[in-house]
Structure formats: structure tokens, C-alpha cells
């Protein structure tokens, strides 16, 4: 079992995934085996993770996964594994009436789950000793969440760190670094958020910088010493299958703009016995001739949607594929390659496989965001009609076009509300917007 920690934060924005990352890789530079974790739903983030320690990032999400996923998705390794939390210690999702504090996808829910103790960011850029009376509401809010010590992020000064560590000692906090701005160790960010790990102009630099902040800037030592063992259990199971897997040769799409796939997906389907080849559409490569199902993940298509357009090589793959009813399945991004067009935010409209009747569009950009259980409308190898699944839609483009196709999944909301049909399906080709982690049902 491992020991762990999170860093969490008042709110997004307050610089938590940055100091996750130097912080991981000052420990790596240490000889400290190290691992990490996301809360919630995310995918760009946990790429970050994986270069700064040299080990996949898992996704850790109390309302998407069964109590039986988020075990067997735990470092059973006795290593140190850093966690970061998702927006701010206490936001998930709105369950309705009767919330599950162990169950809402927040940070603070893991955090009771396992009994880690929780390191706080705080952006003190345009604060002074009213840190301390928002240190304390955090403190005091959950008895079963325990705030082991203060991140001053953004500090501006030597006397702006002198004032905020004395109101925060005053009160009986644990100040555990104080991080000065620095411009070296900014982001570039686009419409959904960062930019990935593998497309960023100098990653080795950027991280190394930020562990070089950290390393000057946070007591690394009294950082690792309030790590601790999980206190409580999460369920038993060595292994969880979280998606049947789609065949038992399944070609996965990889690359750049095909990015978003779960570890943990992944590893059941290899857990299950079957075998995973990878390709990249980017690069023109077909799927596997041998493969028996196929798999495009979400991504980034958009970005890329002129030199998706001429692989011919990766798009007749495809084709061929589904006309001898190989079974094709995209989310998200992959779900948009399936379709007829796709029209960037410059309205420039962009051929995609044709497989589905559906045509997707930038220019008119209107964001859908949140989590969604979804029960799938017809039999597909993803499981019978009435199965039920959990994952997470976040994305900016509009669809049009879409009868001539069955649709794939009655959805609803965190809190149950009714949301509609979504998704396609012809023959074996199948998709939606939906990002799938983990069944609903038992």
C-alpha cells in the first residue's frame, strides 16, 4: 500500500497543477519513487504527470468509478504517489437533494475515501493575513478531510511572505512553501483548457524550471513527511474491467489528435486478455489489418482537421474496416472522424470518414460540460441494450445531421436529470461525445 498526498485548492486557477509538477519532478530528481494521480475527468493534465515522473498517470474519480475501479486503479506499489485535485478541495458534481460525500467526484471525496491529508494551494497574489481566515474555513469545513499544510503560491515579496506566514502560524497552519511568480513556468492554454503535454515547444525545460522553483521555494522534506498510508479501504479487487473490450485485437487510434484514452480503460481490456496495437492517424497509418475492433479516443481532431482530411491511407483503413463489419468505435473527437464533415472555428469545412451521417462544426461554438450516466439504446460490443455506463462530456462543437442512424445512449446528468439521446450507430460503427470510465450498473 502506498503513502499519498493531494494537493488541492480553493478554487481553479490558483496554480495547483503547476506546483504538482515541479514538485513531482524535484521529487524524481531526489531518487524518490514517485507516482501520481488526477481527480476527475481529465486527460491533458495526467500527460504533464507522466513526463515529470517517467510513470503513467491514473485518473481517480469517486462518482464516475465503482468503489471496486477506484481500488484496483490505487498504487498497490509502496511508492509515494502525489495526487492532484480537481478545481476547488470541496466542488464536484451536483448530486440533487441528497449529495454522497464519498460519491460527488470532488477532491475532498478522495480524500475521505483514502484518509491522505491535504496540502492547500493558496494564489496569495492579492491577499495578506485574510489568508488565514480562508485557511481556516478550509480547515474546518470536513472533520473527515484533514488540511495537513499551506502552498502560498504567487507570492510578491519577501515582506509579502513574511506577512502571510505569520497570520497563517497565528492560526495554527503549517506553511510548507511559499512560490514566487515566475513567468518561466507559465502554460500556453487554449479553448479547452492547456495545451498537451506533447505539444508543448520545450517540456524538459519547462519542467525542469518548475522543479527548480519548487526545489528553492517548498520544503520538500516536510512535504513528504506528512504523506501517509490509506487509512481506509475502497473496495478489493486486484484488477477492474471498467469496458468490456471492444474485441480481442483492438487497434487504437494514437496521437496527437487522438490523445484522450484512460489508463485504466486500456489496462482492463489487456487485464481481459486482449491485445492493443496502436496507430496514428496523423501519420497516415491505417488501423491494423488484422484487428478486430477499433478504437478513436477523444482529442483534438479539430486542430488537425486539414491534415486528417488528406490521410487517405488512414481514412480508407478505416472504411475498409467497417465494410466487413470490423466494429469502429469513437468518443469524442473519434466520434466527430466518424462523421461526414468537420467545420473548424475558421469555417473551413474538412472531409472525415463518412462512416456516420452526422457533420460537426466549430464555427458556432457552444460548450457541454458536466458528467453523464448513460444506458446504451441497442447491442453493441460495448454490452446489451438497458447496460448502463458513467463518464464525462466536455466539449465545444455542435452536430447536425444526424438522422439516418440509430442513436447510441439515453443520457442524464450527475443528478439524474434527463439530458436526451446522444450518439450514433450504423451496423458495427458507433459513437457519441461521451467519454466512457467506468459501468453504472453492477
Not at 495547483?16 to 519532478?25: A, E, P, W
Not at 505539444?199 to 519542467?207: K, T, Y
Not at 485504466?264 to 491494423?288: I, K, Q, T
Not at 463518412?354 to 457541454?368: D, I, N, Q, Y
Request: contains cysteine.
Amino acid at each position: 500500500m502506498s503513502k499519498g498526498l493531494i494537493i488541492a485548492a480553493p478554487a481553479s486557477g490558483s496554480g495547483k497543477t503547476t506546483i504538482t509538477l515541479g514538485l513531482l519532478r524535484a521529487l524524481r530528481r531526489k531518487g524518490i519513487d514517485v507516482s501520481s494521480a488526477k481527480v476527475g475527468p481529465d486527460y491533458i493534465d495526467p500527460a504533464f504527470h507522466a513526463a515529470a515522473t517517467g510513470r503513467a498517470c491514473i485518473n481517480l474519480d469517486s462518482w464516475a468509478m465503482r468503489p471496486e475501479t477506484l481500488s484496483a486503479t490505487l498504487s498497490p506499489e509502496p511508492v509515494l504517489t502525489i495526487v492532484e485535485g480537481v478545481m476547488g478541495l470541496f466542488d464536484g458534481a451536483h448530486l440533487g437533494s441528497s449529495p454522497d460525500p464519498l460519491a460527488d467526484g470532488s477532491t475532498a471525496s478522495l480524500a475521505r475515501l483514502t484518509g491522505w491529508p491535504v496540502l492547500l494551494v493558496v494564489d496569495a497574489g492579492r491577499q495578506a493575513q485574510s489568508i488565514a481566515a480562508l485557511t481556516d474555513g478550509f480547515a474546518q469545513f470536513d472533520s473527515d478531510v484533514r488540511l495537513a499544510g499551506v502552498i502560498l503560491n504567487k507570492v510578491g515579496s519577501e515582506k509579502h511572505e513574511t506577512i502571510l506566514r505569520q497570520a497563517l502560524v497565528r492560526a495554527g497552519h503549517a506553511v510548507l512553501g511559499a512560490v514566487r511568480s515566475d513567468t518561466q513556468i507559465a502554460r500556453p492554454s487554449r479553448h479547452l483548457g492547456l495545451v498537451q503535454a506533447g505539444e508543448h515547444p520545450d517540456l524538459e525545460g519547462f519542467l525542469e524550471a518548475a522543479a527548480d522553483r519548487m526545489e528553492n521555494d517548498l520544503d520538500l522534506d516536510a512535504i513528504m513527511k506528512t504523506a501517509s498510508l490509506r487509512t481506509t479501504a475502497t473496495g478489493a479487487a486486484p484488477t477492474a474491467i471498467s469496458l468490456p473490450p471492444l474485441g480481442q485485437r483492438i487497434a487504437v487510434a494514437r496521437d496527437a489528435a487522438f490523445a484522450f484514452s484512460y489508463p485504466h480503460v486500456l489496462d482492463g481490456w489487456r487485464h481481459a486478455g486482449a491485445e492493443l496495437s496502436f496507430f496514428s492517424p496523423l501519420g497516415d497509418e491505417a488501423p491494423a489489418p488484422d484487428a478486430d475492433a477499433i478504437y478513436l479516443p477523444g482529442g483534438y481532431p479539430e486542430l488537425y482537421a486539414g491534415r486528417l482530411t488528406v490521410a487517405t491511407i488512414f481514412m480508407e483503413g478505416l472504411r475498409t474496416h467497417a465494410r466487413v463489419g470490423t466494429p469502429v468505435y469513437g468518443e469524442c473527437g473519434g466520434y466527430m472522424t466518424l462523421g461526414q464533415t468537420l467545420t473548424d472555428a475558421d469555417g473551413v469545412v474538412h472531409r472525415m470518414s463518412g462512416l456516420l451521417p452526422h457533420a460537426t462544426s466549430f464555427a458556432e461554438p457552444k460548450r457541454h460540460l458536466g458528467y453523464r450516466t448513460a444506458t446504451m439504446l441497442a447491442d453493441t460490443p460495448l454490452g446489451a441494450a438497458e447496460s448502463s455506463w458513467r463518464g464525462h462530456e466536455f466539449h465545444y462543437a455542435t452536430t447536425v445531421g444526424v438522422t439516418g442512424s440509430a442513436p447510441l445512449f439515453q443520457v442524464s446528468d450527475a443528478s439524474g436529470s434527463e439530458i436526451g439521446k446522444i450518439g450514433a450507430q450504423i451496423g458495427t460503427v458507433f459513437g457519441s461525445f461521451m467519454h466512457l470510465i467506468d459501468r453504472a450498473d453492477a
